[in-house]
Protein backbone atom coordinates (compact mmCIF):
# COMPACT_ATOMS: atom_id res chain seq x y z
CA UNK A 1 0.00 0.00 0.00
CA UNK A 2 1.90 3.21 -1.39
CA UNK A 3 -0.83 5.62 0.10
CA UNK A 4 -0.23 8.83 -1.82
CA UNK A 5 2.29 9.24 -4.34
CA UNK A 6 3.90 12.41 -6.40
CA UNK A 7 6.86 12.99 -9.13
CA UNK A 8 8.72 14.00 -9.26
CA UNK A 9 10.52 14.83 -5.93
CA UNK A 10 12.40 18.12 -7.61
CA UNK A 11 12.07 19.94 -10.68
CA UNK A 12 13.64 23.48 -11.68
CA UNK A 13 11.84 25.57 -14.26
CA UNK A 14 12.43 28.04 -15.98
CA UNK A 15 10.00 31.34 -16.18
CA UNK A 16 7.44 30.40 -19.05
CA UNK A 17 7.37 26.71 -18.77
CA UNK A 18 5.05 24.68 -18.36
CA UNK A 19 4.79 21.45 -16.28
CA UNK A 20 2.24 18.60 -14.42
CA UNK A 21 3.10 17.44 -10.57
CA UNK A 22 1.62 13.83 -11.17
CA UNK A 23 -0.16 12.59 -7.51
CA UNK A 24 -1.88 9.30 -7.48
CA UNK A 25 -3.44 7.48 -4.03
CA UNK A 26 -4.36 3.94 -3.90
CA UNK A 27 -6.30 3.94 -1.45
CA UNK A 28 -9.18 4.76 -2.97
CA UNK A 29 -10.02 7.94 -1.20
CA UNK A 30 -12.79 10.20 -2.93
CA UNK A 31 -11.22 13.70 -1.53
CA UNK A 32 -8.10 14.90 -3.12
CA UNK A 33 -6.25 18.51 -2.32
CA UNK A 34 -3.48 20.25 -3.41
CA UNK A 35 -1.20 22.53 -1.00
CA UNK A 36 1.75 24.94 -1.51
CA UNK A 37 3.96 25.57 1.32
CA UNK A 38 6.46 28.53 1.08
CA UNK A 39 9.37 29.01 3.58
CA UNK A 40 8.12 30.04 7.11
CA UNK A 41 4.56 29.83 6.27
CA UNK A 42 1.42 27.02 6.59
CA UNK A 43 0.03 24.97 3.93
CA UNK A 44 -2.56 26.87 0.80
CA UNK A 45 -4.91 25.13 -0.55
CA UNK A 46 -4.50 25.52 -4.29
CA UNK A 47 -7.61 23.00 -5.50
CA UNK A 48 -9.47 20.33 -4.25
CA UNK A 49 -11.73 17.95 -5.69
CA UNK A 50 -14.43 15.78 -3.89
CA UNK A 51 -14.56 12.94 -6.48
CA UNK A 52 -13.70 12.44 -10.22
CA UNK A 53 -14.82 15.02 -12.67
CA UNK A 54 -15.41 17.38 -9.65
CA UNK A 55 -12.82 19.89 -8.93
CA UNK A 56 -12.70 23.16 -7.03
CA UNK A 57 -10.87 26.30 -6.03
CA UNK A 58 -8.54 26.75 -3.08
CA UNK A 59 -7.15 29.52 -1.20
CA UNK A 60 -4.52 30.48 -4.04
CA UNK A 61 -5.53 28.76 -7.08
CA UNK A 62 -4.01 31.47 -9.64
CA UNK A 63 -1.50 30.00 -11.84
CA UNK A 64 -2.84 26.16 -11.91
CA UNK A 65 -5.17 24.02 -13.30
CA UNK A 66 -6.25 20.30 -12.03
CA UNK A 67 -8.29 17.89 -13.56
CA UNK A 68 -9.72 14.73 -12.14
CA UNK A 69 -10.66 11.70 -14.51
CA UNK A 70 -10.10 8.56 -12.05
CA UNK A 71 -11.04 8.45 -8.33
CA UNK A 72 -6.45 7.59 -7.85
CA UNK A 73 -5.18 10.14 -9.98
CA UNK A 74 -4.77 14.24 -9.38
CA UNK A 75 -2.44 15.62 -11.37
CA UNK A 76 -1.72 19.97 -11.26
CA UNK A 77 -0.38 21.79 -14.20
CA UNK A 78 1.22 24.77 -13.99
CA UNK A 79 1.23 27.35 -17.30
CA UNK A 80 3.82 29.73 -17.51
CA UNK A 81 5.85 29.64 -14.32
CA UNK A 82 6.74 32.17 -12.73
CA UNK A 83 9.28 32.78 -9.46
CA UNK A 84 6.31 32.92 -7.81
CA UNK A 85 5.32 29.53 -7.77
CA UNK A 86 8.83 28.59 -6.43
CA UNK A 87 7.43 26.14 -3.11
CA UNK A 88 6.67 22.80 -1.93
CA UNK A 89 3.73 21.10 -3.32
CA UNK A 90 1.76 18.71 -1.69
CA UNK A 91 -0.81 16.51 -2.47
CA UNK A 92 -3.21 14.98 0.02
CA UNK A 93 -6.62 12.35 0.19
CA UNK A 94 -8.88 11.75 2.33
CA UNK A 95 -11.83 9.52 3.02
CA UNK A 96 -15.29 11.62 2.14
CA UNK A 97 -17.30 13.01 5.26
CA UNK A 98 -15.86 15.24 8.19
CA UNK A 99 -13.81 14.53 10.87
CA UNK A 100 -11.42 12.74 8.77
CA UNK A 101 -7.68 13.56 8.19
CA UNK A 102 -5.80 13.72 4.93
CA UNK A 103 -2.83 11.67 4.02
CA UNK A 104 0.35 13.68 2.78
CA UNK A 105 2.44 12.54 -0.24
CA UNK A 106 6.19 13.32 0.16
CA UNK A 107 6.12 16.39 -1.87
CA UNK A 108 7.33 18.01 -4.72
CA UNK A 109 10.06 20.71 -4.72
CA UNK A 110 9.65 23.60 -7.41
CA UNK A 111 12.31 25.84 -8.19
CA UNK A 112 11.26 28.53 -11.04
CA UNK A 113 14.56 30.55 -12.23
CA UNK B 1 -12.73 33.98 7.13
CA UNK B 2 -11.62 31.22 9.21
CA UNK B 3 -7.50 32.57 9.88
CA UNK B 4 -5.41 30.29 11.85
CA UNK B 5 -2.37 31.80 14.03
CA UNK B 6 0.37 29.48 15.39
CA UNK B 7 2.57 32.81 17.21
CA UNK B 8 5.45 30.35 18.30
CA UNK B 9 7.49 29.94 15.14
CA UNK B 10 9.63 27.74 17.12
CA UNK B 11 10.22 25.85 20.39
CA UNK B 12 13.26 24.36 22.23
CA UNK B 13 12.49 21.93 25.20
CA UNK B 14 14.71 19.33 27.17
CA UNK B 15 14.14 15.89 26.60
CA UNK B 16 11.57 14.21 29.24
CA UNK B 17 10.49 17.96 29.59
CA UNK B 18 6.39 18.96 28.53
CA UNK B 19 5.83 20.99 25.32
CA UNK B 20 3.23 22.81 24.90
CA UNK B 21 2.66 24.05 21.16
CA UNK B 22 -0.17 26.82 21.15
CA UNK B 23 -2.98 27.78 18.08
CA UNK B 24 -5.68 30.21 18.04
CA UNK B 25 -8.41 30.45 15.17
CA UNK B 26 -10.85 32.97 14.31
CA UNK B 27 -14.47 31.03 13.28
CA UNK B 28 -15.69 28.62 15.22
CA UNK B 29 -18.91 27.82 13.33
CA UNK B 30 -16.48 24.43 13.02
CA UNK B 31 -16.53 21.90 15.52
CA UNK B 32 -13.24 19.13 14.67
CA UNK B 33 -9.68 19.96 14.73
CA UNK B 34 -6.66 18.42 14.17
CA UNK B 35 -2.68 18.21 14.35
CA UNK B 36 -0.16 17.19 11.98
CA UNK B 37 3.75 16.75 12.04
CA UNK B 38 6.06 17.23 9.86
CA UNK B 39 9.25 15.89 9.29
CA UNK B 40 12.08 17.22 6.45
CA UNK B 41 11.55 16.41 3.27
CA UNK B 42 8.25 14.38 4.32
CA UNK B 43 4.78 15.51 3.71
CA UNK B 44 2.65 15.75 7.35
CA UNK B 45 1.19 13.07 8.90
CA UNK B 46 -1.66 13.57 11.16
CA UNK B 47 -1.00 13.29 15.07
CA UNK B 48 -4.54 14.00 16.93
CA UNK B 49 -7.76 15.34 16.38
CA UNK B 50 -10.30 16.84 18.84
CA UNK B 51 -13.97 17.58 18.34
CA UNK B 52 -15.71 20.60 20.14
CA UNK B 53 -17.82 18.05 22.04
CA UNK B 54 -14.67 17.88 24.26
CA UNK B 55 -11.75 19.55 25.73
CA UNK B 56 -9.36 17.11 25.62
CA UNK B 57 -8.33 14.20 23.75
CA UNK B 58 -5.40 12.15 24.68
CA UNK B 59 -3.18 9.68 22.67
CA UNK B 60 -0.41 8.33 24.52
CA UNK B 61 2.34 10.91 25.34
CA UNK B 62 -0.01 13.20 23.10
CA UNK B 63 -2.72 15.33 24.32
CA UNK B 64 -4.78 18.18 23.38
CA UNK B 65 -7.13 21.00 24.93
CA UNK B 66 -9.94 22.98 23.44
CA UNK B 67 -10.86 26.06 25.11
CA UNK B 68 -13.69 27.01 22.73
CA UNK B 69 -14.61 30.66 24.12
CA UNK B 70 -10.84 31.30 23.83
CA UNK B 71 -10.80 29.72 20.32
CA UNK B 72 -7.66 28.16 21.21
CA UNK B 73 -6.19 25.03 20.86
CA UNK B 74 -3.15 23.85 22.46
CA UNK B 75 -1.23 20.64 21.90
CA UNK B 76 0.84 19.03 25.19
CA UNK B 77 3.73 16.50 24.85
CA UNK B 78 4.80 14.49 28.23
CA UNK B 79 7.28 13.62 28.33
CA UNK B 80 8.95 15.19 24.91
CA UNK B 81 11.57 12.65 23.31
CA UNK B 82 13.86 13.45 20.57
CA UNK B 83 12.08 11.66 17.85
CA UNK B 84 9.69 14.38 18.34
CA UNK B 85 11.69 17.33 16.60
CA UNK B 86 9.70 18.10 13.90
CA UNK B 87 7.09 21.29 13.02
CA UNK B 88 3.72 20.99 14.25
CA UNK B 89 0.76 21.82 12.12
CA UNK B 90 -2.50 22.92 13.54
CA UNK B 91 -5.43 22.36 11.29
CA UNK B 92 -9.46 23.96 11.23
CA UNK B 93 -11.87 23.27 9.27
CA UNK B 94 -13.19 26.33 6.82
CA UNK B 95 -15.94 26.31 4.87
CA UNK B 96 -17.01 22.65 4.03
CA UNK B 97 -15.93 20.41 6.75
CA UNK B 98 -13.32 18.81 4.41
CA UNK B 99 -11.40 21.99 4.27
CA UNK B 100 -8.99 22.98 6.21
CA UNK B 101 -6.66 26.06 6.76
CA UNK B 102 -3.46 24.94 8.19
CA UNK B 103 -1.53 27.04 10.83
CA UNK B 104 2.02 28.58 10.47
CA UNK B 105 3.66 25.54 12.34
CA UNK B 106 5.90 25.82 15.03
CA UNK B 107 9.10 24.32 14.54
CA UNK B 108 9.74 22.22 17.91
CA UNK B 109 13.68 21.14 18.56
CA UNK B 110 13.70 18.78 21.76
CA UNK B 111 17.29 18.85 23.03
CA UNK B 112 18.89 15.33 24.72
Known amino acids: NAGVTQTPKFRILKIGQSMTLQCTQDMNHNYMYWYRQDPGMGLKLIYYSVGAGITDKGEVPNGYNVSRSTTEDFPLRLELAAPSQTSVYFC????????????FGQGTRLTVV | DQQVKQNSPSLSVQEGRISILNCDYT??????FLWYKKYPAEGPTFLISISSIKDKNEDGRFTVFLNKSAKHLSLHIVPSQPGDSAVYFC???????????FGTGTRLKVLA
Open chain 1, 92 to 103: ASSYPGDRTEAF
Open chain 2, 91 to 101: AVPTSGTYKYI
Open chain 2, 27 to 32: NSMFDY
